[in-house]
């Protein structure tokens, strides 16, 4: 499955903004879909995920009511909407897959196979 990013931008803290990652290749597979993101200097984080045949989602445990993520499988594509976005949502944010059942932590971006190029999401004050 291939994975591309896109919807990242220049915005101004206290807006909204969605991300879309859409699918091609063997997308008949149940997968795990998960956005991560990264900021300069830190780790890859996961902020959700949700699995494409179910839809079941699952946020990160450190992650805020102001993110959610949702799914349109008639397109292929799955969404990260962030609200009330402050400056330290600056990152590149990446989606992932891995195969439901192939993974012991969904949290983990080394439990995901494949991955997007990543788009920049940069918040102004």
Do not use: H
């Amino acid at each position: 499955v291939r994975l591309v990013e896109s919807g990242g931008g220049l915005v101004q803290a206290g807006e909204s903004l969605r991300l879309s990652c859409i699918l091609s290749g063997d997308t008949f597979v149940e997968y795990n879909i998960g956005w991560f993101r990264q900021a300069p200097g830190k780790e890859r984080e996961l902020i959700s995920c949700i699995n494409t045949s179910d839809g079941t989602t699952y946020y990160g445990s450190f992650m805020e009511g102001r993110f959610a993520i949702s799914k349109d499988n008639a397109k292929k594509a799955v969404y990260l909407q962030i609200r009330d976005m402050k400056p330290e949502d600056t990152a590149t944010y990446s989606c992932a897959a891995v195969v439901v059942g192939d993974y012991n932590d969904k949290d983990a971006a080394e439990e995901y196979d494949y991955w997007g190029q990543g788009t920049q999401v940069t918040v102004s004050s």
